[in-house]
Antibody
Framework: QLQLLESGPGLVKPSETLSLTCTVSGGSISTSDYYWGWIRQPPGKGLEWIGSIFYTGSTYYRSSLKSRVTISVDTSKNQFSLKLSSVTAADTALYYCARQNDCFDPWGQGTLVTVSS | EIVLTQSPATLSLSPGERATLSCRASESLSSYLGWYQQKPGQAPRLLIY???SRATGIPDRFSGSGSGTDFTLTISRLEPEDSAVYYC?????????FGQGTKVEIK
């Protein structure tokens, strides 16, 4: 079955760029049926959609993060990636990737990113 | 952006009881709403999409209803493993937003 796995540094310094990759297994990312999304969850808080990408590279982002977010796709590796620039402590969160149709399903296990010097 | 307000914040019930969770939207969603279950230390799991369609593998004790601005997730007979936080999420337009969650505790 389809599985997603996030990877990347768990600690990022303030003002630097957070970079995460989501590796998709058990299915192809190059499908016209789905987008692929990033969602985050600050510790003890709720869920916030960050942005999504189609396998062609078409993207759309949450407007409040748009100036700092870049999502890209590498179909040869069956991966998509998130970059979030100029991070602050407010960006500390569990970051999830997920397949997106109307809803998000399935999700990766999540990776905790802490912003701290 | 569309705001989703979930109530109650916490629900404490006994096994076998019925749980009724509410999600109210700041504007009409038609039926473009999903529900997720999140257990501690786990990623959210999709339960319901299209307001009332169960996702693959979801037990039939979970049901969703509603349209427009008012939606309900019902767990007909609570089991101990249903202890979790439940989130609603709309996909009527961008940005997709989530409710703040309802915590279901099993006594």
């Amino acid at each position: 079955q389809l599985q997603l796995l996030e990877s990347g540094p768990g600690l990022v310094k303030p003002s630097e760029t957070l970079s995460l990759t989501c590796t998709v297994s058990g299915g192809s990312i190059s499908t016209s049926d789905y987008y692929w999304g990033w969602i985050r969850q600050p510790p003890g808080k709720g869920l916030e959609w960050i942005g999504s990408i189609f396998y062609t590279g078409s993207t759309y982002y949450r407007s409040s993060l748009k100036s700092r977010v870049t999502i890209s796709v590498d179909t040869s590796k069956n991966q998509f990636s998130l970059k979030l620039s100029s991070v602050t402590a407010a960006d500390t969160a569990l970051y999830y990737c997920a397949r997106q149709n109307d809803c998000f399903d399935p999700w990766g296990q999540g990776t905790l990113v802490t912003v701290s010097s | 952006e569309i705001v989703l307000t979930q109530s109650p914040a916490t629900l404490s019930l006994s096994p076998g009881e019925r749980a009724t969770l509410s999600c109210r939207a700041s504007e009409s969603l038609s039926s473009y709403l999903g529900w997720y279950q999140q257990k501690p230390g786990q990623a959210p799991r999709l339960l319901i999409y299209g307001a009332s369609s169960r996702a693959t593998g979801i037990p039939d004790r979970f049901s969703g209803s509603g349209s427009g601005t008012d939606f309900t997730l019902t767990i007909s007979r609570l089991e101990p493993e249903d202890s979790a936080v439940y989130y609603c999420q709309h996909y009527a337009r961008s940005p997709r937003t989530f409710g703040q969650g309802t915590k279901v505790e099993i006594k």
